[in-house]
């Protein structure tokens, strides 16, 4: 967003009310957009205690106000993708301060510090160190209401003492940035419950400001998020004092909130998957689960491919369509993708049904899954295509390029980097060719192993990183110029967990390249993280097709 002018600073008289009045603690009811736009913001309740906590899992803490508490925000949907999702392995307890419902309403950042200790469970100061392995926070929409406002000098101070409280009982401690609006409804420009777009930025800037002051402290940018996806949909015109803000949004509501109704895609889900990644990336290996359920065989990587699968589905006419290709990583049984398809297609629903946020295939369809090296993806990329138009494609190759002996190859023989390059390149220009207009691809790098002793392939853990460190170097040099082309740091995003040179990681199999059920479920979470901003551009022709049916 463009900074409002200065004479909508000053005026309060356009305030418009447009956000959730307090809910009963017990309720999980959400309410319908249209009681949003008759209510107040709340002014916030205390912090009550949280549920006991998992013995057997990581715990995470959200504190924060409507944007992210269960009725009217994601908290709700980051606790059925990381605790439920997985059974209690990536996140044995998610929790929301002051419970899901109305209780949960933190408004200002006002007695911030109070209100947090009583949230962890700290009111009496004999929380143990650490107890949580991931506490987010926010506060801003509240401090810049005409009713609540809440000066820089005090935001600045207050966000210090929450932060300053947090660090001491948590392993990890996330600010998430204040959200964005759709600007304008009906042809008028909107100032939800009086709040100005330059204030949420202001109080932005002076989050990241103290947060470096305080230093560990974890930003999470959902208002860049939010925009990223956004910013895709009309803009105020030239010459309005709003110019270059989005209008209208198909994840937001008229105003702050981010739910809809079926066929509109969930804006709480959306988000949900910004907080979602920041506390997966930043909790501690050591607490995370790693029970695994083994549904089927464990793929092998030197078993001879002999087919491509079959062609996709017929593609979704209502929604965004992507497709994954990949290997065992990837594909369903010891991959990610179930997990991943879940989180887009079957958001966590309250009340009323949001739509689904793309439809998601693998290659292979209802065939083999298995990708496998990438001669066999530059042989089967064109059947696994089918007909193209996919507004998003991922894919990856590389683990079974660098197992000598793989895939029916001689003994000792892998895929050389030359070769490799040279499939990516194919893979790339045919699904360049079977994009939708503004379509998009996400190459995704391969996945680390444990440097144990143990060997796969025939090679020590060492060896097989090498290996996979040069082929995935060699793939970026290759794709990142590619303008339609994103790069998914899916290896980084391990490392971040599991640590440079790991011998043991809870999110992966033990001395093996595939994950347990936590790990299957952060892969998801990373990737359709990544992904779902570029959906919006469909969304758009969506939101024109669809908008007037509602």
């Known amino acids: 967003f463009l900074p409002l002018s200065k004479n909508k600073m000053a005026s309060s008289s356009s305030s418009i009310a447009l956000l959730l009045c307090c809910l009963a603690a017990s309720s999980l009811a959400r309410p319908s957009p249209e009681m949003v736009e008759d209510a107040y913001l709340p002014r916030g309740v205390m912090c009550g205690p949280p549920t006991p906590l998992s013995t057997s899992g990581p715990n995470v803490m959200m504190i924060g106000d409507s944007i992210s508490m269960g009725s009217s925000g994601y908290s709700l949907f980051v606790r059925e993708m990381l605790e439920n999702a997985t059974n209690g392995a990536l996140a044995g307890s998610v ?36 107890a949580w392995a991931v506490v987010t ?11 609540e406002f809440v000066t820089p000098t005090d935001y600045a101070a207050n966000l210090k003492a929450v932060f300053e409280t947090l660090k001491p009982a948590a392993s990890s401690v996330v600010f998430v940035t204040t959200t964005p609006y759709d600007v304008m409804a009906n042809g008028s420009d909107t100032l939800p419950a009086g709040i100005h777009m330059e204030c949420v930025l202001e109080r932005n800037q002076i989050a990241k400001q103290v947060a470096a002051e305080v230093g560990g402290i974890i930003m999470n940018d959902l208002y860049s998020y939010v925009e990223q996806f956004c910013h895709q949909f009309p803009l105020a015109p030239p010459g309005s004092p709003l110019a270059g803000n989005y209008t209208t949004c198909a994840v937001q509501t008229t105003g702050l909130h981010f739910f809809d109704h079926a066929p509109m895609p969930s804006g709480q889900q959306y988000t949900g998957y910004s907080v979602a990644n920041s506390i997966i990336r930043n909790t501690p290996q050591a607490e995370i689960n790693n029970a695994t359920t083994l549904t089927s065989p464990e793929p092998s990587l030197q078993a001879q491919l002999s087919e491509c699968g079959n062609g996709p589905a017929p593609l979704n006419k209502s929604l965004p369509n992507l497709l994954v290709i990949g290997d065992s990583i990837s594909m369903p049984g010891s991959g990610y993708f179930p997990g991943l398809k879940t989180l887009l297609e079957n958001p966590y629903d309250l009340l009323f049904p949001t739509g689904p946020l793309a439809s998601a295939q693998h290659n292979g369809a209802d065939g083999s899954n298995q990708a496998g090296p990438s001669t066999n993806g530059a042989a089967c990329v064109k059947t696994w295509l089918g007909d193209g138009g996919w507004d998003v494609i991922t894919f990856n190759f590389g683990i079974h390029d660098c197992c000598p002996g793989g895939d029916g190859r001689s003994p000792g023989v892998a895929v050389n980097l030359t070769d490799y390059i040279k499939n990516l390149e194919v893979v790339y220009e045919a ?51 590619k303008p339609d082309v994103e790069i998914v740091d899916m290896n980084a995003a391990v490392l971040q967990v599991c640590s440079e040179g790991y011998s043991n990681c809870n999110l992966q199999l033990y001395q093996n390249v595939h994950f347990t059920d936590a790990g299957k479920q952060f892969c998801a979470v990373v990737l359709t993280k990544e992904l779902a901003p570029y959906l919006a551009p469909k969304w758009l022709k969506l939101t024109n097709q669809t908008r007037t049916t509602l």
């Open 137 to 147: 926070y926010n506060a801003g929409l509240h401090d810049c209401d005409t009713r």
């Open 431 to 481: 699904a360049h060719a079977g994009l939708a207009e503004n379509g998009k691809i996400l190459f995704v790098t391969t996945t680390p192993v444990s440097s144990g002793p143990a060997l796969i392939c025939n090679l020590t853990g060492a060896e097989f990183n090498g290996c996979i460190n040069k082929y995935n170097q060699a793939a970026l040099q290759l794709l990142s110029s």
């Open 95 to 130: 929790q929301h301060g002051g419970g899901f419902g109305g209780g949960g309403q933190m408004a200002s950042s006002n007695d911030g510090a109070t209100k947090v200790m009583d949230c962890i469970g700290n009111a009496t100061g004999t929380l143990k160190p650490k």
